[in-house]
């Protein structure tokens, strides 16, 4: 059984996510999956989160797939896009406090042909897996309306399950969107990738201003054409934990929010470090990528009992086995089957 069939059928088992005890009915409305070490490990469904309305990122709905000629928000030079690439995808202007001036940041042109293929939101800004990303995109621009979400820090579980993709993919469109500065940070510092992701060099980074050989200004990247700024990982190094949760990342960050309206960080695994629960509590939200037939249920369950949990977002299920080919849509790449239902839980 697919996970999302097993999403479905658990949703319709319990709808209201009600349990019974003692014969009486109750709602539990908690975002944490209950702790039971004698059924942690035959967990077969998924865990409640997953179905709660509180933690859906968003649904297809949000984002049209229509294209017109306008050029707004187009990833690259010379292609076109429909308006939801850019500003007005579903949204409605914020207001936003004055933010200190961009300093004249270093510049690095983009090309298509140099990045990560993953990265649609550059390589395939017409596909329906980049209107998978604007949906991502729309439903952080609706939640920052109605609670202070700045800084966002993206994680997985373990190892290749996404959450690089999906950093930088939400970052990108984020940089599109009209009046909105975005800034990306590699904080996964034992093995900095986004700059191999994105095909560019840099010689410094976070480690090497965390060390104090240099400052924040002289290390932050203006990529073109989006105008994304990045913040790279520098030299890999394995004192991480300590030097995460240390003043002078905390000085990093807030020098950061002050020049921009989102921060994204694209975090360590966390099942394998506590990098990213430090910096899961500095934070104002995050998001969790798990992988469809690698991440396991009682992992993610271990997981989420260790974060706070006013600070989720919401789980983001990547590489479902439902997979779309070139004869639905004309892109045979991966990812999970676009419906006209909510589908991203």
Known sequence: MSILKALEKRKTENPGGESRNGGETRVDDRNVVPFDKNTRARRSTPPRVFVEEDFRIGTPRSASSEQSDSTIGTALPDLKTSNTAGATLDTVGSPRSVRKPLPEFARWEVEAERV????????????????????????????????????????????????????????????????????????????????????????????????????????IVRLEPSGLHLLPGGEARNDVAEL????????????????????????PPLGVFTDATVLINQADGAILVVRAGRT????????????????????????????????????????????REESIE
């Open 116 to 219: 990560e293929p993953r990265l649609v939101s550059i390589t395939q800004p017409h596909s329906t897996y980049c209107e998978e990303y604007r949906t991502l995109r729309t439903h952080v621009l609706h939640k920052s309306q109605r609670r202070k979400l700045q800084s966002i820090v993206v994680g997985s579980v373990n190892p290749a399950e996404g959450k690089t993709i999906t950093s930088l993919n939400l970052a990108w469109l984020l940089a599109q969107t009209d009046g909105v500065k975005a800034l990306i940070i590699d904080s996964d510092l034992r093995m900095p990738s986004l700059t191999d992701y994105l095909g560019i060099e840099t010689d410094k980074g976070l480690s090497d201003i965390l060390s104090g050989t240099c400052s924040v200004e002289e290390t």
């Open 244 to 267: 995460l949760s240390g003043p002078r990342f905390q000085e990093i960050l807030r020098e950061a929010r002050e020049m921009f309206d989102y921060v994204i960080i694209d975090a």
């Open 296 to 339: 396991k249920y009682s992992a993610v369950d271990r997981i989420l009992e260790t974060l706070p949990s006013d600070r989720m977002l919401g789980v983001i299920l990547n590489q479902s086995e439902e997979v779309l080919n070139e004869s639905t849509y004309g892109y045979g790449y991966y990812g999970k089957r676009y419906k």
